[in-house]
């Protein structure tokens, strides 16, 4: 056998160190490098082409192709329209296939036992309140400005039509997509058995749950092997208030109404200064009489990904060729703010909220009962019904900023350092933390098990949005797992409580 350091290991590998493997799994590791290698090389040539193609440089404006009916979103990669922008537009990008450096397929000498998806719901509508300062926002411009033209032309013609918080049928088919991606990938399971799905009580998670489930179906069906058990949405959990929800965070006052609740605007504040007064000075030169603020130049970045998703085939909206690459760049990391800030390590309460889910994580990974006394539910997560623990196969559905949560509580992003909100720092350079990265309109998580050949002991694997997340905290093999009991093991934050008891200090 060839000698194992001739094999190229993803950085974070050669970096951190990493668990040495039993023998049976040393050649399906070389053949597995050897397929990522070449698949990671084609990826990168492809992708190489396609920006050579469109740009050349980043401080370029990006055209907008004229309309047709194909559609920029796929099954198994989601959104590819013009990734140099489409992909840095935080919590407002389609959900999109992020790069990895260690392969996410299955390895050969394992089986997966389990498998958890946690799901935003798909691309919707702006919120009421933000609807609302568009709207004013176009007007605003319309009433002041008396001529539109070359790129600002489309201007002339556009009303605003967006609704308020619901989905989008482009949001729609993700989701149908992301169920038929998820059997595809575990169909060893999903032949034979359902998925336990519960939603978030809002409307448009309830309905994402529902397209996932439609999504699932139909690909069980198309399968032959396949017996005719389907899912259906088995919770809903209510978003009322003081309702004990782990897939939407209400319940800790001292969090949702205290000081730490302005801690990501205090710092999205801070980086606007740094980054939208060029923005500004050029939109209002050419825009005169308009006088844009700040948030207004802000309010029309956010039109850009709105009016894509607006689309049925997600066409990238002309308000996209209004900034250039940079721009984009310095917009996608204004909403990774938002989310650290808000939800992440930034905020001393943000990774609390997402302690509850973790623990039923905990039980389903375990088959054991649910040890919390956060935000869970204990009437339906006691009862077999509401909660089983013998599934194999299970999904839940939630919101972008709660999904930010229980990943900062699980440990995923714990090497990300405080992020600068004066200076951007690439995802890279945060170890793969960005909104865009984590939680965009159809984002998931997939927590899985695994029995492979050489391992007494079930091994866990997180990925979010198809990147392997390594799971350092409890010691990651080169292929990013760790044992079940090590992995339980480093939740420790979670299994403790997190800091509720200051909930209502």
Not at 103 to 119: D, E, H, K, R, W
Not at 319 to 348: H, I, M
Not at 382 to 399: G, V, W
Not at 451 to 471: M, T
Request: aromatic share 12%.
């Amino acid at each position: 056998m060839a000698n194992e350091s001739s094999h190229v290991l993803p950085t974070w590998v050669v970096r951190k160190g990493y668990k040495e493997l039993d023998g049976l799994e040393h050649e399906a590791r070389r053949r597995c490098i050897s397929r990522f290698t070449l698949y990671s090389m084609a990826l990168t040539a492809a992708s190489l082409f396609a920006l050579g193609v469109i740009s050349s440089s980043s401080g370029h404006f990006i055209p907008v192709p004229a309309p047709n009916n194909h559609t920029c979103d796929n099954v198994q990669t989601g959104y590819q329209c013009q990734p140099q922008i489409s992909h840095y537009w935080g919590q407002y990008s389609p959900y999109f296939s992020v790069p990895s450096e260690i392969p996410a397929n299955v390895p050969l000498t394992c089986s997966v036992t389990f498998a958890q998806i946690l799901s935003r719901h798909g691309a919707r509508d702006p919120t009421a309140s933000k609807t609302a300062k568009y709207n004013a926002t176009i007007a605003k411009i319309k009433k002041n400005v008396a001529n539109f033209t070359g790129k600002y032309a489309f201007l002339d013609d556009y009303e605003y039509t967006l609704g308020a918080d619901q989905l989008t049928d482009f949001g729609r088919q993700q989701m149908e997509n992301s169920g038929i991606k998820y059997y595809q990938r575990y169909a060893g399971l999903a032949r034979k058995a359902i998925p336990f799905v519960r939603s978030s009580g809002e409307a448009r998670v309830v309905e994402s749950a529902e397209k996932w489930v439609d999504g699932f179906t139909e690909a069980k069906t198309n399968d032959w092997w396949a017996n005719k058990q389907y899912p259906s949405v088995n919770v809903v959990i209510s978003e009322d208030a003081g309702s004990n929800n782990t897939l939407n965070h209400d319940l800790c006052t001292s969090f949702e109404d205290g000081p730490d609740s302005n801690i990501a605007d205090a710092a999205q504040k801070t980086w606007v200064s740094v980054f939208v007064p060029n923005i500004q000075k050029r939109i209002n030169a050419d825009f005169p009489g308009a006088n844009l603020t700040s948030a207004e130049i802000v309010y029309l970045m956010d039109l850009c990904p709105f009016n894509t998703v607006a689309s049925a085939t997600g066409a990238v909206s002309p308000f996209c060729s209004l900034f250039t690459e940079t721009e984009w760049q310095d917009y996608g990391y204004y909403e990774s703010l938002n989310k650290f800030y808000g939800y992440g390590a930034g905020n001393p309460l943000g990774p609390t909220q997402g302690v509850g889910f973790t623990n039923e994580l905990i039980a389903r990974l375990t088959r054991k009962p649910v040890v919390d006394n956060t935000s869970t539910n204990h009437t339906l997560d006691s009862n077999p019904a509401t909660f089983p623990l013998d599934r194999a196969l299970y999904a839940d559905f939630s919101h972008d900023n709660d999904m930010t949560a229980i990943f900062f509580a699980m440990g995923l992003y714990n090497s990300t350092s405080a992020l600068s909100n004066t200076t951007l720092e690439t995802a890279q350079q945060t170890n793969g933390y960005s909104a865009a990265y984590t939680v965009p309109f159809a984002a998931r998580a997939y927590v899985e098990k695994l029995q492979c050949l050489g391992h007494r002991e079930e091994l866990v694997r997180v990925i979010v949005n198809d990147r392997v997340i390594p799971l350092r905290s409890c010691g990651a093999d080169w292929l990013g797992r760790c044992t079940l009991s090590d992995f339980v093991g480093s939740l420790s934050f979670a299994r403790s409580g997190g800091d509720w008891a200051t909930c209502s200090a």
